[in-house]
């Protein structure tokens, strides 16, 4: 019952069947982040095919003798602070501050570009050990799970870059900060996948 | 919270801290840091009881998940986040389906395999 008091209090009293459409703010975040819980069960089905193939190697190497954990550990810290830098860039764009704009989300780019090449040495190292993803279903299935997440990244690095330049060229419009917005939100949620697939894929190893 | 700032609901990501907006960030990546280390010290250490440790790790990571929903996105259970958090129990129970749906079937396809030289000899 206080619950539904509290609805009703919004607004300074109007009922909220009253009150009209919701800002489009809010609106444009919850239908972001219905598309992030639509990604996440993509991510899910991944996991899903890696948990069932993980101990399928072929005779070849298995996921205990291929994975560096500190140089994952690396890439979780690069990843952790890259969100973190993103939310306190998302923070400057409410206060319209682009100093503190570009200062954080330079620091997101650049961590999120140190994860990608961080990823990217290791898939290379891998590839060139004979350890490609055609080499066994368990290795097929760790480049699905973990080269769709580094896309991710790839791609929300590309539109971190394309919100730059908007914030260079129409300033802190709504329509810009609402974009901004669901960046962040965005990168929040690959940070959210890859402590799935550090825990599962590369400390599950055993 | 001020009443006329949220007419009705609130997007995910934004905060309702306003006297200190950062802080959630700091709280949340102090809590990410120590589940992230936790994590990897209970996967290499031996003073853990070896078959409790994917248990311990499953614990943590959700854990660490959790602490990015609240403190990096900003969803928390609030009246004024209902749609918010609906949507994300929906996403969950689907992905639960997925993936325990998904190891269920195919454990049990395994275990239902006639053995592969068995498999082979009835080919013939």
Known sequence: MSAAGEVLEFGAGVPLSEQGPAPTRVVAGFGFWLFLLSDIILFSALFAAYAVLSGASADGPTAAELFDKKHVFLETLCLLASSVTCGFGALAVVRSDSRALYLWMIATLVLGAAFLRLEASE???????????????????????????????????????????QAATLGFQPMVARRFFCFALFWHALDIVWIGVFTIVYLGAH | MHPQSVPQGRAPGVDSHEAHPGRSYLIGLAWALLLTL????????????APAVPVLL????????????AFFLHISSAPDQANNFLALLFGLFISGLVVFGSLVIMTNLNHMMMPMDQLMQMQR
Do not use: D, N
Request: overall charge positive; charged content about 0%; hydrophobic content about 65%.
């Open chain 2, 38 to 49: 936790a994590s990897f010290w209970a996967a290499s250490t031996h003073s853990v009881y």
């Open chain 2, 58 to 69: 499953a614990v943590l990571a959700i854990a660490q998940m959790g602490v990015h929903l």
């Open chain 1, 123 to 165: 898939f290379a190292r891998m590839v060139a050990a004979g350890a490609g993803p055609s080499h066994s279903a368990f290795l097929s299935a760790f480049f699905a799970l973990v080269g769709t997440h580094g896309l991710h990244v790839t791609l929300g690095l590309a539109w971190l870059v394309i919100m730059l330049l």
